[in-house]
């Protein structure tokens, strides 16, 4: 009997013993986060330096001993810079690996291709540079598990109207509106409803499409004879380029403000160097900006190249996901969410941020660049006003 109850007690405690080993390494298991990112395809550039800043943030986390006492690990996807692509990918992170996160796409459309995925798996996901407002607010209503780390078109049309009303003392505008897509028809109605509640005039608003216009000297003449302060041109930076060369060589030598539009290409050899005195824009970051220099330094020893906006972006929305597993003190998902959505302050590189719970919106500053000698350099962090 009491080799019976011996062998029961050896029993007991060697249970008691697995029960307490499994709840331990459930405890100190790595945290696992995902990457569905362009690393192939026709945007790889984007999405390749995108995932650099969200590894070296989940790096200098694990550096640090990583999140709730445990590490973390990243574990990364090619969604080819497809949609079909990025379905895969994020059906894989979450069905297979068991991500509670996933840091990525760039894109619109890869973005939107996701969403599904993680929506009916209550997995989170956060864009660097997606910037489709149908990302967090579809039609259906807001996306609970969809956040970025970038700033919406129509909100970087407010910042650039409220530079132009706060620090340029401007009181009339025109614009000068791409066609061609929604882009710079959102860039164009942030600025408008800005400038205009601020009691001041929208002058005159001119119309072109891109890809097909290539003269706009006649719009140009009809808003030198206005004599606005500003003119805002939201477009890509090859349009830009030529209106603003066209602009001064008529002698229009107003100030142009523009969006992050203009850093897509080669404008100072559109425009020439001249042209582009008197001449700001909005971007989602300014690598030169003194906040940045840090992350900067540790980027080019990380990766032997210089970081750029699609870096810093991925690098926020990593310490974003990061900084809310922290302040919910847990890796379920929907307490993570919560503290996501309700996320104030949080000191990013692009800008501090704090997330509108409506919209999962980052309410954030956002960089002025200027142009000198044709080089674009940093001239203020601008908070809406």
Request: aromatic share 8%; glycine share 8%.
């Amino acid at each position: 009997m009491k080799f019976k109850q011996i062998c029961s007690a050896a029993l007991i405690t060697g249970l008691c013993l697995m029960l307490v080993s499994g709840c331990n390494a459930q405890q100190t298991a790595a945290i696992k986060i995902g990457g569905n990112f362009e690393l192939t395809g026709e945007i790889a550039a984007f999405g390749i330096n995108g995932e650099n800043g969200a590894k070296l943030a989940i790096k200098e986390a694990n550096e640090k001993g990583g999140v709730l006492k445990r590490q973390i690990e990243y574990i990364s996807t090619d969604n080819q810079s497809n949609a079909a692509e990025s379905t895969a990918a994020a059906t894989k992170l979450v069905t297979q690996d068991k991500v509670i996160a996933i840091l990525g796409p760039m894109t619109n459309a890869d973005t939107l291709a996701a969403i599904p995925v993680v929506s009916a798996n209550n997995v989170l996901l956060i864009t660097p540079t997606g910037t489709d407002e149908s990302i967090t607010v579809g039609d259906a209503g807001l996306n609970k598990w969809v956040f970025r780390s970038c700033f919406i078109n129509a909100f970087q049309g407010r910042i650039a109207a409220s530079y132009a009303l706060n620090t340029l003392n401007a009181s009339k505008a025109a614009l000068i509106i791409d066609q061609n897509g929604t882009f710079a028809k959102s860039l164009a109605a942030g600025f408008q409803d800005t400038f205009e509640k601020a009691g001041k005039q929208i002058i005159v608003s001119e119309e072109y499409t891109s890809g097909q216009d290539t003269d706009f000297r006649v719009m140009l003449a009809e808003i030198k004879t206005q004599n606005p302060d500003v003119v805002f041109v939201p477009g890509w930076a090859n349009q830009a380029g030529v209106i603003m060369k066209q602009a001064r060589e008529m002698e229009l030598d107003t100030v142009f403000l523009g969006g992050d539009g203009w850093g897509t290409g080669p404008i100072t050899d559109i425009a020439g160097k001249a042209a582009l005195n008197n001449a700001y824009y909005v971007d989602q970051v300014a690598l030169d900006d003194p906040a940045l220099a840090d992350f900067a330094a540790a980027y080019k020893k990380e990766y032997g190249q210089d970081a750029d906006m699609f870096a810093a972006l991925g690098y926020d929305a990593a310490n974003m996901i990061i900084t809310a597993i922290e302040q919910a003190n847990s890796i379920d998902t929907e307490k993570i969410r919560e503290a996501l959505e309700n996320l104030t302050d949080f000191q990013g590189i692009t800008g501090t941020i704090t997330v509108n719970p409506a919209t999962h919106n980052p309410e954030k500053s956002a960089a002025i660049l200027k142009f000198v000698e044709g080089q674009k350099v940093f001239a203020a962090r601008v908070d809406l006003q």
